[in-house]
């Protein structure tokens, strides 16, 4: 069981920054962001195997967002740079405990309670 606790969405206008934090308790494979629009399907962000820290990025965030961990890869972070009104959504973390797909929503069991993201222009 993993829980996930999720901080730091907000509203700012267009170009500006915003730091996603996501604390987990217990071991993961993988942990991701996602996001969700009004009306839309939930969609990958970005996503990291906590082994190796590696990392995937989806083409619409690459050079603007980052994602990284802390405190011993108990946390998940992203940061995110250059924003814009298309960001605009509910921000999800996400954890996978075992090995496979990290890629799609469905892949992940454990889940935050999402975060605001508001990017006015």
């Known amino acids: 069981q993993v829980q996930l606790v999720e901080s730091g969405g907000g509203s700012v206008q267009a170009g500006g920054s915003l730091r996603l934090s996501c604390a987990a308790s217990?071991?993961?494979?993988?942990m991701g962001w996602f996001r969700q629009a009004p009306g839309k399907e939930r969609e990958e962000v970005a996503f990291?195997?906590?082994?190796?820290?590696?990392?995937y990025y989806d083409d619409s965030v690459k050079g603007r967002f980052t994602i990284s961990q802390a405190n011993a890869k108990s946390t998940l972070l992203m940061q995110m740079n250059s924003l814009n009104p298309d960001d605009t959504a509910m921000y999800y973390c996400?954890?996978?405990?075992?090995?496979?797909?990290?890629?799609?929503?469905?892949?992940?069991?454990?889940w935050g309670q999402g975060t605001q993201v508001t990017v006015s222009s």
């Open positions: 996400a954890a996978r405990t075992r090995v496979g797909n990290c890629y799609t929503p469905s892949a992940y069991i454990y």
């Open positions: 990291i195997w906590t082994g190796s820290g590696s990392t």
């Open positions: 217990g071991y993961t494979y993988c």
